[in-house]
């Protein structure tokens, strides 16, 4: 394979820049620079162009003054990697990096590009040197060693350095770093700062960096934009300064007054508010996990029950897990808070015992969804290895193309290492990079944790429902994509070509369609929905 390329989803190959190149490119954006600077613009760098850096780009970029015209000139920088040097030259045509179901990202993008010439993308450092105010948006992964064992693991804190590293050794002295990676409690203070104030000291400055913090509460998805710009935000400083400079930023860039704003005291005070927001939420969702079983045990369907609790208005956030839980913040930001009490506040004890359990339990909460599959074939004496099972979505949340820790992978990953002959299909995933990059990032994948894995990254993602229905023996509804919410089972049915097993991981059946599989001859089987028993003891005329 040539290292000297990046290639975009699409297939398109860029070649990454040669050294020579670095001139050039920078004297293009200093022109464009200084012609922002005529305009009374403020320059503005957002580091990592990836679902967050890019949307906030083009949000920041969209801003206009009180007359109307652009009043940030932004500049998006991302590292000429081979993995995602393609965003540069994309984003430089007008065209997203990011594929939305938003339909505000694309028009937005292409306009602050093309034209009001207000968002440009460049893979040169040295443009640090412009800024008025840097966002930090790069990843901050946690590596996880074992599956269902998140203590086990540990921060990749590399590219978020090397950031703090290269930020410090290029801004003016009273440019604002906005830091909006999810990060550990502790890190702005206790790792960004002192490493940025040495720098400052080795070049000669002797102000202290204004340094910030604000989280981001992103939803890729159809409100992506609004979760980003038309949201309540955090945001604190390392100073007085860095405080009332992060909030006039972000109170102009952000809308503010529908959602304020709240400036905590300290940027710890911050940090933990966004990696405690998403474990409560983790937490709540691990919690289903052990009713979810309780009522596939005892004839309860968990669909309804839960239902009947959310009438109660202090428990409307109680949710239905489906087969795990996938994107890329809940599964690790309980980590980050376990990690950096650990590592960077220097707290060795069991301070924390829910946040992980939770996680572990989300973790491999699809293993049992794969256990029914298994349970289901076995009903209708067809051996799981070598059947033939589709699986309905590959996303990890419905209506989005995002399939980042997903647990249709974890499921993919046991069934194939069941033996089972696996096909997917979403309407939203073009490529399904974690089964089809499995061997470029060995340490990142979750192939790992498997046996026999080979074969799925040759894993096509069908577009062609009715094509992917044929022959299959097993369906799994694992995510609740509005084209699966209503499938009709005589339909599935007859392009099977025989009756199947159905696994409802999601509560996406109501009880006439699984009495109807039922009537068909098929097998069903859900998370949560032990109920479907008795419908099939009385089609089966047993249980009346
Ligand atoms: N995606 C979400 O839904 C979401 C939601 C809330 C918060 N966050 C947080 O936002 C942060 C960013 O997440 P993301 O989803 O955008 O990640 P991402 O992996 O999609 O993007 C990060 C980008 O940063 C680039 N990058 C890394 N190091 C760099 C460097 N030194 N210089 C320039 N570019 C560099 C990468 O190449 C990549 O394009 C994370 O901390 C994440 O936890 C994400």
Redesign the pocket.
């Known amino acids: 394979m040539d290292t000297r390329t990046s290639v975009s989803p699409d297939g398109t190959i860029y070649p990454l820049p040669a050294e020579e190149d670095y001139q050039a490119e920078l004297a293009r954006i200093e022109r464009l620079v200084e012609q922002a600077r005529e305009k009374g613009q403020e320059v503005v760098v957002v580091?990592?162009?990836?679902?967050?850096?890019?949307v906030m780009a083009a949000i920041v970029a969209d801003t206009t003054d009180e007359g109307g015209s652009p009043s940030k000139f932004v500049i998006g920088?991302?590292?000429p990697?081979k993995?995602?040097y393609w965003?540069i030259p994309l984003l430089n045509k007008g065209i997203s990096?990011?594929k939305a179901e938003d339909p505000e990202v694309d028009p937005m993008i292409a306009r602050c590009v093309l034209e009001k010439k207000s968002l440009v993308a460049t893979y040169v450092?040295d443009v640090l040197c412009f800024a008025d105010c840097v966002i930090v948006?790069?990843?901050?992964d946690y590596a996880k060693n074992e599956l269902g064992n998140v203590r086990n693991g540990s921060v990749e804190m590399s590219?978020?350095e090397?950031?703090f590293d290269?930020i410090a050794h290029r801004i003016k002295a009273d440019c604002m770093v906005l830091i909006?990676?999810?990060?550990a409690p502790g890190t702005t203070e206790q790792v960004a700062l002192p490493a940025m104030r040495k720098i400052f000291r080795q070049r000669g400055i002797t102000s202290e960096p204004l340094l910030a913090h604000s989280?981001?509460?992103?939803?890729?998805g159809r409100d992506y934009v609004a979760s980003i710009r038309d949201f309540w935000r955090v945001c604190s400083g390392v100073n007085e300064e860095a405080k009332r400079r992060v909030v006039a930023f972000l109170n102009e860039v952000l809308n503010t007054k529908e959602f304020p704003l709240t400036c905590l005291d300290r940027p710890i005070e911050s940090e933990t508010a966004?990696v405690m927001e998403n474990s409560y939420r983790a937490t709540i969702l691990a919690f289903l996990d052990e009713w979810s079983l309780f009522a596939e045990r005892n004839g309860v369907d968990i669909t309804k029950v839960i239902k009947a609790i959310k009438m109660r208005p202090t428990h409307s956030n109680i949710m239905f897990p489906g087969p795990g839980i996938g994107?890329?913040?809940l599964p690790?930001?309980g980590g980050l808070g376990i990690w950096g009490s650990k590592h960077i506040l220097g707290f060795d004890d069991e301070t924390f015992k829910i946040t992980p359990l939770a996680i572990d339990i989300n973790d491999t909460r699809s293993l049992h969804a794969a256990q029914l599959v298994r349970d289901a074939l076995r009903n209708m004496n067809i051996p799981v290895a070598s059947a033939r099972v589709l699986l309905l979505g590959a996303s990890y949340r419905e209506d989005v193309g995002?399939t980042?820790n997903s647990g249709s992978e974890i499921m993919a990953r046991r069934l194939t290492e069941m033996g089972v002959e696996i096909r997917v299909h979403d309407p939203y995933v073009d490529r399904w990079w974690e089964l089809e990059s499995q061997d470029d990032y060995p340490s990142h994948s979750k192939a790992v944790f498997f046996r026999n894995q080979e074969r799925l990254k040759d894993l096509l993602v069908l577009k062609d429902l009715d094509e992917a229905l044929e022959g299959i023996q097993a369906l799994v509804l694992a995510v609740r994509h509005e084209q699966y919410l209503d499938l009709d089972p005589d339909a599935i049915v007859a392009r099977a070509g025989q009756p199947i097993a159905v696994i409802d991981c999601f509560g996406i059946l109501d009880d006439a369609k699984i009495r109807r599989y039922f009537e068909l001859g098929c097998e069903v089987k859900g998370l949560g929905r032990g109920h479907v028993k008795r419908i099939k003891d009385q089609v089966r005329g047993s249980g009346l």
């Open positions: 580091m990592g162009l990836g679902f967050v850096g890019a920088m991302q590292r990697s993995r995602s965003k990096p990011v450092y948006d790069v990843q901050l590219a978020l090397e950031s290269v909006e990676t999810t990060v989280y981001e509460r992103v939803m890729p966004k994107g890329y913040c690790k930001d995002d980042r």
